[in-house]
């Protein structure tokens, strides 16, 4: 069952807007159009696969202008929360061909933002946090970085899941009094509160 | 699409010709306390820098830039320079971009600030950013400025200062903020740098870990299809009274991976066909700048095991941490279109400079900034002029 893939996309643009006197410099904006196509197309490959299993989310859509013939290629980045699995499908966009697609696991990738929206919504409504920023009601906005964040240990409850982190801040100014908070999207549990110690 | 070019006085530096089609005035300013995060689709531009900057034009950059913001950044999108006023504009790079910003922290986190955060946004500059020789275009999301970079060469009583072109932009990467630098000297040397600054992660904040900068460098000197790359070492084993300089082919012809030694001076050269007007065949060379080097031993993390790969061009081989399967197919990287890729690090070990104090909670707070630490590399030309580049 795919989950989210109807999200709006998280695409990469980069553009050259100076025509060049050596090479042709390929379109490098994604039209609508070329963004459902790129989608569709790596959405028929990993089902052709076999691969859409549980929740997968399309986390990004990068594309990379080349000067050699003027071609264009994107790469559509996928996640699968069974395996922990990271899936990359490179698109040729001016031959609308798929030339590759990559499983790869525990590949750290972008949050959809519907993860970004469940981990805020999971964090919010743990009592230690809630309690926590209950200190800043009523003064002003607080606002949250999201990261993903993974561990090579082991035993790590966090090794080889979708763990996300989250720091409160109001502007640019993290809260004095507000958790240092992660969420474990894999298994939708929060952890939160543990304390920083000094340095030498 | 058209192209624009004009010549400009920059901030009343003479002399140098910018076509900056994308150009705009600065506008949407940052405020105090509070940065604009950018985000713009279709920015790039052009500019030719000569130089000397002021004085009568002998050697010159022509500069692509692109702004992929969310995403790598400032990209390095072309690169040609010129060794004379009469040659012919030589190609030196195609492509240049930071394809991943690993951060690896010494309790075991993992954190990959452009493969997996794909929300940060370039910041927009104001005039304080820029300096006093700079400015900013595309809305303030690229800061470019010429540089003093100290004396180029001496001889006695004769001497001719350094001149940098030098085009950066801030990636603003939650807590912490990437400077990206790219300079482009008048001798033909290409500066690549990252600066890691901003607030240390919170939870984290007294924990060292490595800001390791991971290049894709698509160099294509002259004729793309005809590039070779060479490992250069110095060797003075123990007991010999001698050094030697050994040139071989990058792990023997076919894609792979290359340690730095600090001992060897290790360098990557990558030679065209063509020849300078000594019958040499012309060349770029890339020396790191080093602080030292780290390797980590977690699953997924073989791409640190080696400071320099080399593949052959493919376009849709982006991502540095896929370097081992690419190299995996072995393919021939002999007089053919190459990438390089590299990895520069600084490694910081957080200190009471960083605004690191205990707070009333008993917790570690922060209230200044890690001033920024660089890494990075050069790419130097190598017999591309036949003589000594801006001597009389």
């Not at chain 2, 910003?101 to 493969?115: H, L």
């Not at chain 2, 290049?215 to 060797?235: F, G, M, P, S």
């Not at chain 2, 995996?328 to 600084?346: E, N, P």
Request: proline letters at 5%; a positive charge.
């Amino acid at each position: 069952m795919v989950k989210s893939l109807s999200i709006p996309l998280c695409f990469v643009v980069i553009s050259l807007l100076a025509a060049g006197d050596e090479a042709a410099q390929a379109p490098a904006e994604l039209t609508a159009a070329e963004r459902t196509a790129a989608r569709a197309l790596a959405e028929q490959a990993l089902k052709a696969r076999d691969l859409l299993r549980g929740k997968v989310y399309l986390t990004r859509i990068e594309v990379f202008p080349d000067s050699r013939g003027a071609k264009r290629h994107a790469i559509v980045t996928h996640y699968r929360y069974d395996g922990d699995l990271g899936i990359r499908t490179a698109i040729d966009l001016d031959r609308k061909e798929v030339t590759a697609v990559e499983t790869i696991p525990h590949l750290p990738t972008s949050l959809a933002p519907e993860e970004v929206a469940e981990a805020d919504r999971l964090a919010r409504a743990d009592p230690v946090v809630a309690r926590a920023l209950a200190r800043y009601a009523g003064m002003g906005k607080i606002e949250v970085d999201a990261v993903i964040v993974s561990t090579v240990i082991p035993d790590d409850p966090r090794f080889h899941h979708r763990t996300v982190r989250l720091a409160f801040r109001r502007g640019r100014e993290y809260l004095l009094y507000a958790p240092f908070v992660e969420v474990d999207l894999t298994t939708g549990t929060v952890r939160a509160d543990r304390i920083a110690t000094g340095h030498d | 699409m058209s192209r624009f070019r004009s010549a400009v006085c920059l901030l009343g530096v003479a002399a140098a010709v910018i076509a900056l089609p994308g150009d705009t005035s600065p506008r949407g300013a940052a405020q105090p306390g509070r940065p604009d995060l950018g985000g713009r689709a279709g920015l790039g531009g052009e500019i030719i820098q000569e130089y000397p900057v002021g004085g009568a034009m002998q050697t010159a950059w022509k500069v692509r830039y692109a702004v992929s913001s969310p995403g790598s950044g400032l990209v390095i999108a072309g690169a040609w320079f010129k060794t004379t006023p009469q040659a012919d504009w030589l190609k030196v790079l195609e492509n240049v971009r930071l394809s991943e910003i690993f951060v690896p922290y010494n309790n075991g986190s993992r954190i990959y600030d452009v493969g997996a955060q794909g929300n940060y946004r370039l910041l927009r500059h104001t005039a304080e950013d820029a300096g006093p020789t700079g400015r900013v275009h595309e809305g303030g999301l690229v800061v470019q400025e010429i540089r003093d970079a100290g004396v180029l060469w001496k001889y006695y009583d004769k001497v001719r200062r350094a001149q940098d072109l030098v085009l950066w932009s801030t990636l603003g990467a939650g807590n912490y903020n990437y400077l990206m630098e790219y300079s482009f000297r008048g001798d033909g040397t290409i500066g690549c740098r990252l600066g890691s600054t901003g607030r240390n992660l919170p939870g984290h904040e007294t924990t060292g870990h490595m800001h390791h900068a991971c290049w894709r460098i698509d160099v294509d000197l002259d004729d793309a299809e005809h590039n070779t790359v060479y490992l250069v070492k110095r060797q003075e084993p123990k007991g010999m009274r001698q050094a030697t300089d050994v040139v071989t082919l990058f792990n023997g012809g076919v894609e792979g991976g290359a340690a730095w030694s600090p001992q060897e001076f290790t360098r990557l050269r990558v030679q065209a066909r063509r020849k300078n007007g000594q019958g040499k065949p012309i060349a770029y060379e890339l020396i790191p700048h080093r602080q030292g080097t780290a390797r980590h031993w977690g699953g997924g993390e073989e791409f640190t095991h080696y400071d320099f790969w080399v593949t052959p061009y493919r376009g849709n081989e982006q991502h540095y941490i896929q370097l081992p399967r690419f190299a995996a197919q072995k393919r021939k990287i002999v007089d053919t279109d190459v990438v390089i890729w590299h990895v520069s690090s600084a490694y910081h070990l957080p200190r009471d400079e960083d605004g690191l104090f205990l707070g009333p909670n008993g917790r570690v707070q922060v209230r200044g900034v890690a001033l920024a630490t660089w890494c990075g590399f050069d790419l130097r030309p190598r017999n591309v002029f036949d003589k000594s580049p801006l001597y009389p």
